[in-house]
């Protein structure tokens, strides 16, 4: 059993039954019960020399019957389908740290005002383009930084007029 937060140890299992065994598995490990049973979340995958961004694939509202299913299958996509990045190769594994970011549902917001790209990730809409950006990312200061980069990301030209929502998140890392 790899060692830390069980959230980590859930991608970090998964992620080494898939490579070793090829079955996709989710690990029997249980969740502190302050966690939500189900809730969106992120799996992010990082260099441990650089902390470069090696994958990150995750789900704002649950897809799957548990937190910890969720997890998995978010570890699982960061590692083979992050479409910025050609799939994790097995030998890579030891030398990646792996992030699980817990999120609340969001919340709609009226304005700039009720953002703080510290405390809360912001999900930008307008009409079907949705874009995310996680709260307390490296060279992320200001709000503005914040919703420009959700929108860049949905594809949604600066400028548009979007609705936004925050979410906070509870993070664990190895």
């Avoid at 389908?81 to 030998?91: A, E």
């Amino acid at each position: 059993m790899s060692a830390g937060h069980p959230t980590v140890q859930i991608a970090r299992e998964t992620l080494e039954r898939f490579y070793n065994d090829g079955v996709i598995h989710v690990p029997d490990i249980a969740l502190p019960p302050d966690l939500p049973a189900r809730a969106g979340a992120f799996v992010s995958l990082h260099k441990r020399d650089t902390d470069e961004l090696r994958g990150c694939v995750g789900t704002v509202e649950p897809t799957q019957a548990t937190l910890a299913e969720e997890i998995a299958m978010n570890a699982l996509a960061a590692a083979l389908r992050d479409p910025r990045f050609v799939p994790v190769h097995p030998s890579e594994l030891p030398n990646l740290r792996i992030k699980v970011d817990v999120l609340s549902p969001p919340e709609r917001v009226a304005s700039l005002d009720d953002l703080d790209p510290r405390r809360y990730g912001v999900i930008v809409q307008q009409g079907l383009l949705r874009g995310l950006l996680l709260p307390d990312l490296p060279g992320v200061d200001d709000v503005e930084t914040q919703v420009a980069i959700a929108m860049q990301k949905a594809g949604i030209r600066p400028g548009t007029p979007v609705d936004l929502y925050r979410f906070e998140v509870l993070r664990f890392s190895e």
